[in-house]
């Protein structure tokens, strides 16, 4: 097929990384190749080896996003609050997007945040930056969160298989 498509699998929605997307569309053109012999367990598992030992790239996790100052995403309004204080604080090279435009954000490790009452915040929100400023500052990325999203994709692979 020229095409691939597969019920509660959407590897080309926005806010999935090149990273989901690769391995998401790697495993169903090896699921449905013409001289496949192999379960798609198997498929699943030699994939999530790969891409464990596979050296990626920055932009491999970079995620797009658009910014609504009215309604949009949850997550998107706690990091623009946090952008507005950054910047009123004096932070020189960050800008937020105007209502209606795409920014692109990488899901970073900057140790565990706080939320005003001193309980430690769960928010994806307070986990992404900008990528601009994630290369500039050399910034960590939380692998770990992108593995759990690819892990839920590899759970959709195989939930129709007869060994579970």
């Given at each position: 097929p020229n095409d691939l498509f597969m019920r509660g699998i959407d590897t080309v929605k926005q806010g999935n990384s090149e990273l989901f997307r690769f391995i998401g569309e790697k495993i169903m053109w090896e699921a449905m190749g013409i001289n496949n012999t192999r379960s798609i367990c198997k498929i699943v598992e030699d994939a999530l080896r790969d891409a464990r030992f596979k050296q990626w790239d920055f932009n491999q996790f970079v995620v797009m996003s658009k910014w609504k100052a009215k309604g949009g995403l949850a997550f998107n309004k706690i990091f623009m609050e946090w952008t507005r204080e950054r910047i009123a604080s004096g932070e020189k090279n960050i800008k937020i997007p105007d209502s209606g435009e795409q920014f692109s954000y990488v899901v970073v490790n900057d140790g565990?945040?706080?939320?005003?009452?001193?309980?430690?915040?769960?928010?994806?929100?307070?986990?992404?930056?900008?990528?601009?400023?994630?290369?500039?500052?050399?910034?960590k990325i939380d692998i770990r969160y992108y593995l759990e999203q690819t892990v839920g994709m590899f759970a959709r692979f195989i939930n129709e298989d007869d060994s579970f």
């Open positions: 565990p945040c706080y939320k005003e009452d001193g309980t430690k915040s769960i928010r994806k929100g307070d986990y992404i930056e900008f990528a601009n400023i994630v290369k500039e500052f050399n910034m």
